[in-house]
């Protein structure tokens, strides 16, 4: 499955952005996607996950009550609705899928096989 990742931009704090994940070559369906970022000089960290296929959900703590993941199956993709950005969400954001994940290692980056190109957001203060 090929994904492509859209919708970063700049933003001032406070404001908002979506991001979307598309994929083609095989339908989203069933599988697990996350977001991940990479701010400059850190390791790339968890930010959302979603099991396209019943919905459940999971946020890292930061992100917490301000974003928000969900998934359209019809379109085969996967938003990362983001608000009250803050400058320290400044980062090269990634989406990521995998179809025989266990809920437990959604976090972990190394459990996803196939990876988006990044899409830059950018918190101005």
């Known amino acids: 499955v090929q994904l492509q990742a859209s919708g970063g931009g700049l933003v001032q704090a406070g404001g908002s952005l979506r991001l979307s994940c598309g994929a083609s070559?095989?339908?989203?369906?069933?599988?697990?996607v996350g977001w991940f970022r990479q701010a400059p000089g850190k390791e790339r960290e968890f930010v959302s996950g979603?099991?396209?296929?019943?919905?459940?959900?999971y946020y890292a703590d930061s992100v917490k009550g301000r974003f928000t993941i969900s998934t359209d199956n019809a379109k085969n993709t996967v938003y990362l609705q983001m608000s009250s950005l803050k400058p320290e969400d400044t980062a090269v954001y990634y989406c990521?899928?995998?179809?025989?994940?266990?809920?437990?290692?959604?976090?972990?980056?190394?459990?996803?096989?196939?990876w988006g190109q990044g899409t830059q957001v950018t918190v101005s203060s």
């Open positions: 979603i099991r396209t296929r019943g919905g459940h959900t």
């Open positions: 070559g095989r339908t989203f369906s069933g599988y697990t």
């Open positions: 990521a899928a995998d179809a025989r994940m266990i809920l437990s290692s959604m976090t972990r980056s190394s459990a996803y096989d196939y």
